[in-house]
């Protein structure tokens, strides 16, 4: 899944960049604004899949993990779950998981995007909700890890 992320991310960006071209080609006023709108749209969207693709990372690592302690049975396929059970978020936190790791990384360098997501998972799976307090904690954890 990973890899097709990365491929939703590129053509995001791919088409943000064809969207903003478009914008500095044209004379038009209205669509100028239409183009760089279609671009916001289209940056937004990447991020969007960039933080999906930093929780699908970090539920993978933590499963690793949590098998590497107590290995659980295989299924009837014969295969394991991929996802925590203690660390499933429905869509409804999903969406606010969003929304604070998209407060979070405005005006934050493209490097701090994982270390910000995977802060904000980790509030999450002890229990936060609040988008706001989610931003917040995140922000500051990941100012602690860079110290």
Not at 18 to 36: G, K, P, Q
Not at 45 to 74: G, I, N, T
């Amino acid at each position: 899944m990973l890899q097709k992320l990365g491929d939703h991310i590129a053509n995001c960006l791919a088409q943000a960049n064809i969207a903003e071209l478009r914008a500095s080609e044209t004379s038009n006023e209205t669509l100028r604004s239409d183009y760089e709108r279609l671009a916001r749209t289209w940056r937004h969207l990447a991020s969007s899949y960039q933080f999906v693709e930093s929780l699908e990372r970090f539920l993978l690592d933590a499963d690793k993990a949590r098998r590497a302690l107590s290995p659980e049975p295989a299924n009837e396929n014969g295969g394991r779950a991929l996802l925590l059970r203690s660390t499933a978020f429905d869509p409804e936190i999903i969406a606010v998981l969003i929304a604070a790791y998209e407060r979070a990384v405005k005006a934050q360098p493209t490097s701090a995007r994982e270390t910000i997501a995977k802060s904000i998972i980790e509030l999450a799976s002890e229990g936060e909700r609040d988008p706001h307090k989610l931003c917040l904690g995140a922000l500051a954890l990941s100012t602690q890890s860079k110290s």
